[in-house]
T-cell receptor, first 115, second 112 residues
């Protein structure tokens, strides 16, 4: 079946502009995660959605970052007033937590470059 | 605060060698541990997931072990091939939270 998909694959934006990154999880997966991977650094957790529960936003680095998940499926990560330090690969993952399988499956990522 | 360390940071071996990648974590109260592979410019591929109650998992030429009490996991790759060249990442999931905490990875080069 189809895996996790993300769009766009690459995004170049000017400092100060807003960007939206999209994630389509594996069909039926109830849990969705956003991470980012900055050059030379490890992956960093951003936000987690599980079903209809309130999301865990503990990893969002600032209030310029927000995410939503509509209908328990597609998620959008929004970065407002982008800064150069936001340049990174943003990765989305999903898991079938309701069945007790917490293995996370990752999308190919969106490479964001802020100029 | 959970911290994950991977050693070595980089490894270069000739084709055919058996090799071991190491991962250590500071808080033994984990839910599970996952090993991933990342190819340049691509996303992450899950290799093996070990639940906290398990000692090891095997998939083909890969074997991952978990010693929760000592805070260590190893990924063993048998008969390495050039196609194994990639960055290998270890991540742990805490018992009380949902997010994965990641190591910085081991960059592996298998030379023909």
């Amino acid at each position: 079946g189809a895996g996790v998909s993300q769009s766009p694959s690459n995004k170049v934006t000017e400092k100060g502009k807003d960007v939206e990154l999209r994630c389509d999880p594996i069909s039926g997966h109830t849990a969705l995660y956003w991470y980012r991977q900055s050059l030379g650094q490890g992956l960093e957790f951003l936000i987690y959605f599980q079903g209809n529960s309130a999301p865990d936003k503990s990893g969002l680095p600032s209030d310029r970052f927000s995410a939503e998940r509509t209908g328990g499926s597609v998620s959008t990560l929004t970065i407002q007033r982008t800064q150069q330090e936001d340049s990174a690969v943003y990765l989305c993952a999903s898991s079938d937590r309701d069945r007790g399988n917490h293995e996370q499956y990752f999308g190919p990522g969106t490479r964001l470059t802020v100029t | 605060k959970q911290e994950v360390t991977q050693i070595p940071a980089a490894l270069s071996v000739p084709e055919g060698e058996n090799l071991v990648l190491n991962c250590s974590f500071t808080d033994s109260a984990i839910y599970n541990l996952q090993w991933f592979r990342q190819d340049p410019g691509k996303g992450l591929t899950s290799l093996l997931l070990i639940q906290s109650s398990q000692r090891e998992q095997t998939s083909g030429r890969l074997n991952a072990s978990l010693d929760k009490s000592s805070g260590r996991s190893t990924l063993y790759i048998a008969a390495s091939q050039p196609g194994d060249s990639a960055t290998y990442l270890c991540a742990v999931r805490g018992g009380n939270n949902r997010k994965l905490i990641w190591g910085l990875g081991t960059s592996l080069a298998v030379n023909p």
